[in-house]
């Protein structure tokens, strides 16, 4: 599959809801501004432009990932941004840090028969009343699957033991906003938590490529994008510096487009008057949720919006 890069600039001022940033990104941001193409400030040198072509190489390296991972699922039409399995409650003192490890590592094993029959055919339904029909996954085949996301990290911890199944719905986060979707509702032995599992049979996945502490991906990942099908317009939205003070940065963003996926790069530049002397500017690790608009070469469509560093897919909900 050929991939064709389509883009489009713009800038939009930042809003004041405030979040915190690691202290590495926001140090690097206002150490090494990058100049967004199209955007507004004085011209990129070839220097300059050497962080952004290294960024859109990373973008097209993550639409052929998307297309791949579209292609294995066999047609599947969910995207689930986030976890998979998540639980009801909170766990009791005694086991709370062993059970905490247990089920991030996948240490969890049944101690009765779980069903191996699939439930019949369930709906997925999002909250503008979208559904669409998918396969469930048996009791025991969904429990296979947490265990085989687990991380495999604590081989002290004493492992979770499920002594009953419940099929269920529960409110999920898709790449299309949160919809209700069949969950498996597990009872765990010495315990009132529940741990739940998506038990939806296909969904599309995409593994990112292995991180390189020496080598790690460059640009700023965005958190969630607002549109509807029909927008040529997305608002999309990320952690960045201040829009004040000695480190004040504006921010562009631009979309590199496919048929199956929109991959949005943000690039920041300080802003006029940010920093009066030529000193190095010392920045805080304090950051800003910020916005920015990008408009696509066509409409959004049931395409999915992903973010630079890894690829992985943002929810997109429907604008204020």
């Known amino acids: 599959m050929w991939l064709t890069a389509r883009t489009r600039t713009g800038i939009r001022p930042s809003r004041t809801a405030a979040a915190t940033l690691l202290a590495a990104l926001l140090l690097a941001g206002c150490a090494s501004p990058v100049f967004a193409p199209g955007g507004s400030g004085a011209p990129a040198s070839n220097d300059d432009q050497r962080p952004l072509d290294r960024v859109q190489r990373q973008a097209q390296d993550a639409l052929v990932r998307w297309a791949d991972a579209v292609r294995e699922s066999g047609g599947a039409s969910i995207v689930f941004v986030g976890e998979l399995t998540s639980q009801i409650g909170t766990w009791e003192a005694q086991v709370g840090e062993n059970n905490t490890s247990a089920l991030l590592a996948g240490m969890v094993h049944a101690v009765t028969d ?75 032995a010495g315990t009132t938590v529940r741990v739940i599992r998506v038990a939806v049979d296909e969904s599309i996945t995409v593994d990112p490529p292995p991180w390189n502490a020496d080598d790690p991906p460059t640009g700023v ?100």
């Open 114 to 188: 779980l069903s191996t029959d699939r439930p019949s055919r369930r709906e997925v339904k999002w909250l503008d009343d979208t559904k669409v029909d998918v396969n469930v996954l048996s009791a025991a085949a969904t429990l296979e699957a947490l265990v085989a996301d687990g991380n495999d990290g604590c081989p002290d911890c004493e492992p979770l033991r499920v002594t009953d199944s419940t099929l269920a719905t529960s409110l999920v986060e898709t790449s299309r906003g949160p919809a209700e979707v069949p969950t498996w509702v597990y009872t765990v």
């Open 221 to 320: 990942s965005i958190e969630w994008a607002k549109g509807t099908e029909d927008s040529r317009r997305l608002e999309v939205g990320f952690i960045g510096s201040s829009d004040d003070g000695p480190c004040a940065e504006s921010y562009a963003a631009e979309a590199v487009e496919s048929e199956l996926a929109i991959v949005v790069i943000i690039t920041g530049r300080p802003q006029d008057g940010a920093s009066g002397s030529p000193e190095p500017r010392l920045c805080t690790a304090e950051g800003s949720m910020r916005t920015a608009e990008i408009r696509l070469a066509d409409p959004l469509g049931t395409r999915a919006v992903l973010e630079i560093r890894q690829g992985l897919p943002v929810p997109v909900h429907p604008p204020d």
